[in-house]
Each structure stands twice: as structure tokens, then as C-alpha cells.
């Protein structure tokens, strides 16, 4: 058996759903595999993606953005909350080395906890970063604001400097920190079902109106006017995963399949715009209604994708939480007749082939970048 460490952002779920994908892809080329997951990503989306193929350990392996709702960031308890991580991150450091030489490791993959390569370095074991943003280049716009935390920024590069290689994913921003990088397709999960089959499942196999899946967390949803969104619901079904006090919405448990499924099995997606659901919404080849994001560095990178990849359109944030919907479900719908560019969507094929090669011959490949 051969040990693969992931370490794994638990900030939100796209970071945990993509290195998953390159996990099971890295399976079907190694079956000898078996995964050691560190972060706070929740026990149910590793038993959806890879059960029985996987430990986890939900430890806090980086700190993420602290918000003060789901649409801002609040920028001084996100470094305070930083900077209280990486004073104490010696003794992390020294435990998960002692871990991994223990274990065996062969191989750390990490999205993207700067510490994950500090670990890697002091258990002598290779490491491989993959993202499309770095955490220095998020708090950089932070710590302009409140100068005392810039030496969070600077320990975070420093942390990154030591990634002997990392995979940079499209649409990327800021990772200048890293020394060596080959550029890969996009990593998106692929629908394996037939949408109609999901359907069915859900018990909407004979449902006429265009089905909208709202992919939002229920803190996200907390102040939207419903009896507005009601207006809505005699043009279309929509369904969620949280309880909301409208009943035509058809309320899912997130565990009941793998996302992209129903993503693949609905009409249009609402959600704010994360690499998870940018790419699996250009994947399998479905619009996108996003909300506005506020102060969050990547939001203009992703939204810039998905105008020129995908079916998108902006509803406004008082608009979405006003809950009229109607007018901007219908805008996007009529977008669909004018089909957007294409993107290579196979990056997780090509860095779990990577990753084979590293595991079968213990070297990285030469990067396409240097800094």
C-alpha cells in the first residue's frame, strides 16, 4: 500500500471537491493508493468521493477568510485569526512530520495550506501543491489595511517558497510565492449519471418547468424575502439543501449523491461564484446565476471565466436577497442560445498522471515555469 498525504484549505468545499477528483483519478492509475486527509472539510463529501480509500483527520491545516456574512469578508478577525495560527505552527509542523515518516508517505498533495510544504520539507517526503490562488495574495489587500499583520503575508511566501512544485489551475490569481509551476487543464468533476435517472431519484422525473438548483449554504439564504421568490416558483422548481420556509422548493440532504450529478440534472445553478461550482457549472455545460461576492480577490478572476466560458449572470445582492429572481432567471435563459467557448476540462486526469510519475520514479517533472 502506498501513503498519499492530502492537506486540504477547508475553506468552503471546492478545494476539497478537486483534489478528491484527482485522488479517485490517481486510483484508477494506482489502486495501491491509500489517502491520509487533513483538513476541515466535512466527513460526508469524503464519503461521497472516496470512501473506503481514506482517513481523515478534521484538523485546521490553514484559517481561510473569517466573514462577517456570506458575502463579506471580515478582513482584521481574518489576520488576527492568522496570525494567532502561524505563532503556534511549530508544533504542528514538527507532529504531522513525525506522522508522515511514521506512515511511510510517499507523497503530499496540498490545497493550498502554506504549512503543507513546511511539513513536507522537515518529513523529507516530495510535495505537490495544485490551486488557482494563494493565501498571500488574498491577504495582501487585508494587511494594507491593517499594517500590523503584514508579517503574516511574508510568513505565508515564505511557507510557499519551499513547494517544489506546484500545479497552477486556470484562472488563477497571485501565486508569484511558489518558485516552480506547470500550468494544468481545469479540475472539474464530471456528471456520470443520466440526468434523467438523478431525476427520477429526486422525484422530479416528470417536472416541466426548468429546474433551478440553488447551491448555497443556508446562512446564505437567511434574509431572502421568499414570499417575493414564490412569484417565481409557478415558472420554476427549484430545489436547495437547506430547509426554506417556501414548500414548493424541494429540499435535498447534501449527502444524498456526488454534487455535480444534480448539477448536470438541473436547468440553471444559483450559487456565488467559487471555483468549484465555476468549473463544474463550464464542465457540464450549464448557466450559472451567481450573487455578488464583496472584497473576496478572486471573485473578478472567476466571474471573467465565466463570462467568457460558461452561461453566467450577475443577480444583483439586493436584488437576490429582495428574492426577484423572475426577471434574471429569465435573462440567463435566454442566453443559452449562444453557446460560450470551450475550455480543456481534464485537469484531473493530467495531475494525477503527474502524480503517478512521481510516485513510480520518486522525482517531479520539469516545470514549465521558474520564478
Known sequence: ??????????????HGTRVMEVARRLLALRPDVRFR???????????LNLDGYAEH?????????KQTDSYFPDKRATLEVAAAFWRSSEQLVRREAETLRAEGTRLVLADLPPLAFEIAEQAEVIAVGMGNFSWDWIYEPYAEEFPDYEWVVARIQQA???????????????????PRWLDIPLVARHAERDPEEVRDQIGLVEETRPVVLIALRGEDMARVNWREVEKASTAYRFVTFHPVPLPQVLSLPPDLMRFQELVNAADIVLSKPGYGIVSE?????????????????????LVRALDEYGWSCCIPHAEFLAGNWLPFLAKIQAKLAHPPKTYPTNGAEVAASILAEVLEGSRLPEAAGIA
Open 57 to 65: 483527520l478534521p484538523l485546521e491545516i490553514d484559517t481561510g477568510v
Open 1 to 14: 500500500m502506498v501513503k498519499v498525504a492530502l492537506y486540504i484549505s477547508g475553506h468552503g468545499y471546492g
Open 160 to 178: 510557499y517558497a519551499r513547494c517544489p512544485l506546484l500545479l497552477r489551475l486556470p484562472f488563477h490569481g497571485g501565486l508569484q510565492a511558489f
Open 281 to 301: 457549472c463550464i464542465a457540464n455545460r450549464k448557466p450559472l446565476l451567481y450573487t455578488e461576492r464583496f472584497e473576496f480577490r478572486e471573485y473578478e478572476v
Open 37 to 47: 486527509i487533513v483538513s476541515r472539510i466535512p466527513d460526508w463529501l469524503i464519503r
